[in-house]
């Protein structure tokens, strides 16, 4: 008896098929979203038709016509849109990124202050962090900025530290060197003490594959980092002018300058971020399992390094995505500097809307903006994060 | 000569180690360190706390008096500016004497909400009590039914919009947040790009940008001669945003449901939607219950946003109340604590939930 061959695979053109249903599926799927797409378009444009309302980004050359109080880079009122936005954009990274390094620090202080020993500090670590994110951002930047600019005292008698810093409601005023050209060759000789500092480190783990000692690495690199800004500085001639600040009758002049603004930003983001980061921290402490403690406190090894050395390694795989959420979202919530007048792109894109009524322009930019920021945050922490993940045979 | 049993003498006890002071050796006096740490912080608390205390209730004006609270200044808190405006702050500017209404439509959500956190109430009926509710909320804001005068949007603030911006968004989102998470594992590439780049896009950009795109850019979608309320066009904004989010936390509980489930399923001749619908959703549901309280919660802070588009809700409508006033506007630090509070307490009182009902959901595979 032969064994009956299987009915070779039926291809016909029906409704029972899954694959046709499948292209059929999708085509109306497309057809609803374009038909919405092209009915939305439509209406915008039948709609700017109708108010006259211009379209385009060619406002972006014209010239901006409004100040703005913090700038990285050069501007003034005369200069096209496309200058104001990028003072923007300068002014979300600035808060972004210092926000981002000071809430890393405070939030794994406070994920580590779980599991102290002291139930003070546990207790006050975990009422911090309750505290902090069961309030809106929004309130809290609000409050801060109140703080800062109501409790403190007026320009004209600023509290001072050793007649050198000065702290009132116009912010913060500290002495900066003045630019010189041998600042810039400071920081060429910081980047090729980084470039050092990167060999030394792999030199140094090259010597600990093969014999097994430890050669110590944060302090000698750091030293070749700061060596080589020094001799940068010394071949550009050692610039040392400073500008002081000086306190005068209704304002503190001179000196470099941070903002109420700026602080408040900074301070509601970072104090925010901190007690998410460090829920993030505190879960993966907890995800390292028992055993591995258990094995490094029988080694013998003392408590700052069982953390240093057995815990925080195997938990940062854990934290690392987590982590990257959070500093994604920190870069999202610096958009709401636009309540305490914190001149962000978001700020800045809101005055061009009221200016130049192109809504539809601005909208997108924002959210170019944010859209390159976040996908360059998370391709970077994937990087990272591969590269610290399991290296399995 | 007959030996005598003498015992050797009892070993002391062994130390405590549980109680009271056992407790407190090990926890706070552990060793030298957590003793500095310790004394410092008991010092430091004896000091602040009195200054705190009074500051917050001994030296406090509690009378809506500016005199007296001008003259407490520094030392006590200001209250009597929640109690001469709270209802502006909780109601926002909606007609004074209708004010019940939004308070008992406010209770009424509130009460529906924390009858679905009862898992006994899961069941069919709840989804009609939810409509029932929704119906009373909205009659009792907008009126012009049943002889209540009636209330345009626009008045709507406070207290009973931040619940109602929240509650409605994750209710409209949720189905969304289920389909989109089903898309993304789907097959088909054309819809499985789509709800990738419709997750992704939002979840890029601010939820302020969201709600700009709501407030300039919806009326230019619309077709000539309609106009929509600002408050939908807000609540459009807030759902398809926090549907992206969903979706995610769906997309999670989906992934970790064995392939064997589906294959299950496949094999006993379920279509697609037999097979989600009865085998893979409900587990999947099950296990992000969690999750979405955790955005519940993020949505509900979140909405603090909308006073930036001119919606008065909570923090707009506390702004409103003090902006204007002269005598009371420099005790907005208090009116800020005020409002803190509730939402602390709300979203406070949300996680304890949602921690309480992940470690119900996990009976089952803990031990």
């Given at each position: 008896?032969?064994?009956?061959?299987?009915?070779?695979?039926?291809?016909?053109?029906?409704?029972?098929?899954?694959?046709?249903?499948?292209?059929?599926?999708?085509?109306?799927?497309?057809?609803?979203?374009?038909?919405?797409?092209?009915?939305?378009?439509?209406?915008?444009?039948?709609?700017?038709?109708?108010?006259?309302?211009?379209?385009?980004?060619?406002?972006?050359?014209?010239?901006?016509?409004?100040?703005?109080?913090?700038?990285?880079?050069?501007?003034?009122?005369?200069?096209?849109?496309?200058?104001?936005?990028?003072?923007?954009?300068?002014?979300?990274?600035?808060?972004?990124?210092?926000?981002?390094?000071?809430?890393?620090?405070?939030?794994?202080?406070?994920?580590?202050?779980?599991?102290?020993?002291?139930?003070?500090?546990?207790?006050?670590?975990?009422?911090?962090?309750?505290?902090?994110?069961?309030?809106?951002?929004?309130?809290?930047?609000?409050?801060?900025?109140?703080?800062?600019?109501?409790?403190?005292?007026?320009?004209?008698?600023?509290?001072?530290?050793?007649?050198?810093?000065?702290?009132?409601?116009?912010?913060?005023?500290?002495?900066?060197?003045?630019?010189?050209?041998?600042?810039?060759?400071?920081?060429?000789?910081?980047?090729?003490?980084?470039?050092?500092?990167?060999?030394?480190?792999?030199?140094?783990?090259?010597?600990?594959?093969?014999?097994?000692?430890?050669?110590?690495?944060?302090?000698?690199?750091?030293?070749?980092?700061?060596?080589?800004?020094?001799?940068?500085?010394?071949?550009?001639?050692?610039?040392?002018?400073?500008?002081?600040?000086?306190?005068?009758?209704?304002?503190?002049?001179?000196?470099?300058?941070?903002?109420?603004?700026?602080?408040?930003?900074?301070?509601?983001?970072?104090?925010?971020?901190?007690?998410?980061?460090?829920?993030?921290?505190?879960?993966?402490?907890?995800?390292?399992?028992?055993?591995?403690?258990?094995?490094?406190?029988?080694?013998?090894?003392?408590?700052?390094?069982?953390?240093?050395?057995?815990?925080?390694?195997?938990?940062?795989?854990?934290?690392?995505?987590?982590?990257?959420?959070?500093?994604?979202?920190?870069?999202?919530?610096?958009?709401?500097?636009?309540?305490?007048?914190?001149?962000?792109?978001?700020?800045?894109?809101?005055?061009?809307?009221?200016?130049?009524?192109?809504?539809?322009?601005?909208?997108?930019?924002?959210?170019?903006?944010?859209?390159?920021?976040?996908?360059?945050?998370?391709?970077?922490?994937?990087?990272?994060?591969?590269?610290?993940?399991?290296?399995?045979? | 000569?007959?030996d005598t049993f003498t015992p050797i003498a009892p070993r002391s006890a062994p130390i405590k180690t549980e109680?009271?002071?056992?407790?407190?050796?090990?926890?706070?006096?552990?060793?030298?360190?957590?003793?500095?740490?310790?004394?410092?912080?008991?010092?430091?608390?004896?000091?602040?706390?009195?200054?705190?205390?009074?500051?917050?209730?001994?030296?406090?004006?509690?009378?809506?008096?500016?005199?007296?609270?001008?003259?407490?200044?520094?030392?006590?808190?200001?209250?009597?500016?929640?109690?001469?405006?709270?209802?502006?702050?909780?109601?926002?500017?909606?007609?004074?004497?209708?004010?019940?209404?939004?308070?008992?439509?406010?209770?009424?959500?509130?009460?529906?909400?924390?009858?679905?956190?009862v898992r006994a109430f899961w069941k069919p009926w709840l989804l009609l009590l939810w409509a029932a509710v929704?119906?009373?909320?909205?009659?009792?804001?907008?009126?012009?039914?049943?002889?209540?005068?009636?209330?345009?949007?626009?008045?709507?603030?406070?207290?009973?919009?931040?619940?109602?911006?929240?509650?409605?968004?994750?209710?409209?989102?949720?189905?969304?947040?289920?389909?989109?998470?089903?898309?993304?594992?789907?097959?088909?590439?054309?819809?499985?790009?789509?709800?990738?780049?419709?997750?992704?896009?939002?979840?890029?950009?601010?939820?302020?940008?969201?709600?700009?795109?709501?407030?300039?850019?919806?009326?230019?979608?619309?077709?000539?001669?309609?106009?929509?309320?600002?408050?939908?066009?807000?609540?459009?904004?807030?759902?398809?945003?926090?549907?992206?989010?969903?979706?995610?936390?769906?997309?999670?509980?989906?992934?970790?449901?064995?392939?064997?489930?589906?294959?299950?399923a496949d094999t006993l001749g379920l279509s697609y939607w037999q097979a989600q619908r009865k085998i893979i959703?409900?587990?999947?549901?099950?296990?992000?219950?969690?999750?979405?309280?955790?955005?519940?919660?993020?949505?509900?802070?979140?909405?603090?946003?909308?006073?930036?588009?001119?919606?008065?809700?909570?923090?707009?409508?506390?702004?409103?109340?003090?902006?204007?006033?002269?005598?009371?506007?420099?005790?907005?630090?208090?009116?800020?604590?005020?409002?803190?509070?509730?939402?602390?307490?709300?979203?406070?009182?949300?996680?304890?939930?949602?921690?309480?009902?992940?470690?119900?959901?996990?009976?089952?595979?803990?031990?």
């Amino acid at each position: 008896m032969n064994p009956r061959q299987p009915p070779p695979p039926r291809r016909e053109w029906s409704l029972r098929s899954r694959a046709v249903r499948g292209v059929l599926y999708q085509v109306i799927a497309l057809g609803v979203i374009g038909f919405v797409i092209w009915f939305l378009a439509h209406n915008t444009m039948e709609n700017m038709r109708v108010r006259g309302i211009q379209s385009g980004f060619d406002f972006l050359t014209g010239p901006a016509g409004f100040d703005i109080g913090e700038r990285l880079i050069p501007y003034e009122s005369i200069d096209p849109y496309w200058k104001a936005f990028l003072v923007g954009v300068a002014n979300t990274l600035r808060v972004a990124i210092i926000g981002i390094v000071l809430t890393t620090l405070l939030g794994t202080a406070l994920g580590i202050g779980r599991f102290s020993h002291n139930a003070i500090v546990r207790g006050l670590c975990y009422g911090y962090v309750e505290l902090f994110r069961n309030v809106p951002i929004l309130l809290q930047l609000l409050m801060w900025y109140l703080l800062l600019t109501e409790a403190l005292p007026d320009p004209g008698s600023p509290l001072t530290l050793g007649g050198l810093v000065f702290l009132s409601k116009g912010g913060i005023s500290f002495p900066a060197p003045e630019w010189a050209a041998g600042h810039a060759w400071a920081v060429l000789g910081a980047l090729a003490g980084v470039c050092a500092a990167w060999f030394y480190g792999r030199r140094a783990k090259v010597r600990f594959d093969a014999t097994g000692d430890a050669p110590h690495k944060l302090l000698p690199q750091l030293g070749l980092v700061l060596g080589f800004a020094v001799v940068g500085w010394a071949v550009g001639g050692a610039p040392n002018e400073w500008r002081m600040p000086t306190s005068g009758e209704v304002a503190v002049t001179g000196g470099g300058e941070v903002t109420p603004e700026f602080m408040a930003v900074l301070l509601g983001l970072t104090l925010y971020t901190a007690a998410f980061v460090a829920e993030v921290v505190r879960a993966g402490i907890q995800s390292v399992p028992l055993g591995q403690v258990e094995a490094a406190r029988a080694l013998g090894l003392p408590r700052g390094n069982q953390m240093k050395l057995v815990i925080l390694p195997q938990a940062l795989r854990v934290i690392i995505p987590p982590m990257t959420n959070q500093y994604l979202n920190l870069t999202k919530n610096s958009s709401l500097a636009v309540a305490i007048g914190y001149p962000d792109v978001v700020s800045i894109a809101n005055t061009a809307i009221n200016q130049t009524g192109r809504a539809v322009e601005c909208i997108t930019i924002i959210m170019a903006v944010y859209l390159t920021t976040s996908l360059a945050t998370s391709g970077f922490m994937n990087w990272y994060n591969k590269r610290s993940a399991i290296k399995e045979r | 000569m007959a030996d005598t049993f003498t015992p050797i003498a009892p070993r002391s006890a062994p130390i405590k180690t549980e109680g009271f002071v056992p407790w407190v050796r090990a926890n706070l006096f552990g060793d030298v360190r957590s003793s500095v740490v310790t004394v410092v912080m008991i010092g430091l608390l004896v000091y602040w706390l009195p200054v705190l205390m009074n500051w917050l209730f001994f030296k406090a004006v509690f009378a809506p008096n500016t005199d007296a609270c001008q003259a407490a200044r520094g030392v006590g808190a200001c209250w009597g500016v929640i109690t001469e405006k709270y209802r502006l702050i909780i109601f926002g500017r909606y007609p004074f004497g209708e004010q019940w209404r939004p308070e008992l439509a406010t209770i009424a959500l509130v009460g529906l909400l924390v009858a679905s956190c009862v898992r006994a109430f899961w069941k069919p009926w709840l989804l009609l009590l939810w409509a029932a509710v929704l119906a009373l909320f909205f009659t009792l804001m907008g009126g012009g039914i049943l002889g209540l005068e009636p209330v345009p949007t626009d008045r709507w603030g406070g207290l009973p919009l931040t619940i109602m911006l929240a509650t409605l968004s994750i209710v409209f989102a949720f189905p969304i947040s289920v389909l989109v998470a089903l898309g993304r594992r789907s097959k088909l590439p054309a819809i499985k790009t789509f709800c990738v780049i419709y997750v992704e896009l939002i979840r890029g950009v601010p939820l302020i940008s969201v709600l700009f795109m709501a407030s300039f850019m919806f009326p230019l979608f619309m077709p000539p001669g309609i106009s929509i309320d600002v408050l939908v066009r807000v609540l459009v904004g807030i759902t398809l945003f926090a549907a992206a989010y969903m979706a995610e936390i769906v997309r999670g509980g989906l992934q970790a449901i064995p392939k064997g489930q589906q294959e299950a399923a496949d094999t006993l001749g379920l279509s697609y939607w037999q097979a989600q619908r009865k085998i893979i959703l409900p587990q999947a549901l099950a296990l992000v219950v969690p999750g979405i309280m955790n955005n519940f919660i993020s949505i509900f802070k979140d909405t603090s946003l909308v006073t930036i588009v001119s919606l008065y809700e909570l923090t707009g409508a506390m702004g409103l109340a003090l902006n204007s006033d002269a005598d009371w506007r420099p005790f907005k630090i208090e009116a800020y604590l005020f409002i803190a509070a509730i939402y602390f307490a709300f979203c406070f009182a949300m996680s304890r939930y949602s921690l309480w009902i992940e470690k119900r959901l996990n009976r089952s595979t803990t031990r």
